[in-house]
């Protein structure tokens, strides 16, 4: 595997799309995968599978195609995935609570270790296994829980403040599911995800 690579993040986007029918795969005692069945079921096609992988070297064999195993493994490995990543959330409202009891994290190797909020009347409450807890102990419970990873789910008005608060304390990923574009200093990434917008964008496409 080549050290390094430049990649674009829609080829990222596209390993995890390709991790993820790998995992669901596993079920089916295959031993082995092709482009065009990882592609089809990516929704891209086999020549755009082959170049992603290409950026990390060569996975696949002529004739026989890829080792289920032996890809899924690398590709955990390139996306950083071979290990539990911490997470903490920040907003405890009715996204922020779905998120929080979401099984789903878990499997895929996410641990959402504390839940944030302002509110007196969510502080102290339970969501899963987690108490909320007020935000002005998120640097040092960032810090206790060896968080890596944020997850924003506050009103807009309250998103700058609370990635600031994020990047302060070290976090150097960040979700944000509020609206509008945040700033993040260097060496955070950060992804934003508008619910709104996209429903906006799908009706586009509804008939008239």
Same mark, same amino acid.
């Given at each position: 595997?080549? +050290?390094?690579?430049?990649? #674009?993040?829609?080829? &990222? +986007?596209?390993?995890?799309? /390709? ?15 092709? +482009? ?6 990516? %929704? ?6 082959? =170049? ?9 064999? #002529? ?22 990543? !911490?997470? &903490? ?10 998120? $929080? ?56 008005? $309250?998103?700058? !403040?609370?990635?600031?608060?994020? $990047? $302060?304390? %070290?976090? =150097? ?5 509020? #609206?509008? =574009?945040?700033?993040? #200093?260097? %060496? &955070?990434?950060?992804? +934003? ?10 009706? /586009? /496409?509804?008939? %008239?």
């Amino acid at each position: 595997m080549t +050290s390094n690579p430049v990649i #674009p993040d829609t080829a &990222v +986007s596209r390993l995890a799309t /390709y991790l993820r029918v790998l995992n669901e795969r596993r079920a089916d005692a295959r031993q082995h995968v092709s +482009s065009a069945f990882i592609g089809a079921a990516a %929704g891209v096609s086999p020549d755009q599978v082959r =170049k992603d992988l290409s950026h990390f070297g060569e996975f696949g064999r #002529p004739g026989v195609g890829y080792d289920l195993e032996h890809l899924r493994h690398h590709l955990a490995r390139i996306l950083r995935l071979d290990r539990e990543r !911490t997470a &903490v959330l920040v907003g405890a409202g009715s996204l922020g609570s779905a998120l $929080a009891r979401y099984t789903g994290f878990p499997q895929r190797g996410f641990r959402i270790a504390a839940v944030f909020d302002v509110d007196p009347l969510r502080v102290g409450t339970t969501l899963g296994d987690l108490t909320v807890e007020h935000v002005g102990c998120l640097r040092e419970r960032i810090v206790a829980v060896g968080a890596s990873i944020g997850v924003v789910a506050v009103p807009r008005r $309250a998103a700058q !403040t609370v990635v600031d608060q994020l $990047a $302060a304390a %070290g976090v =150097k990923a960040i979700l944000n599911f509020a #609206p509008g =574009k945040v700033e993040v #200093p260097g %060496g &955070v990434n950060v992804r +934003s995800v508008d619910l709104a917008r996209e429903l906006e964008c799908l009706a /586009y /496409y509804l008939p %008239g």
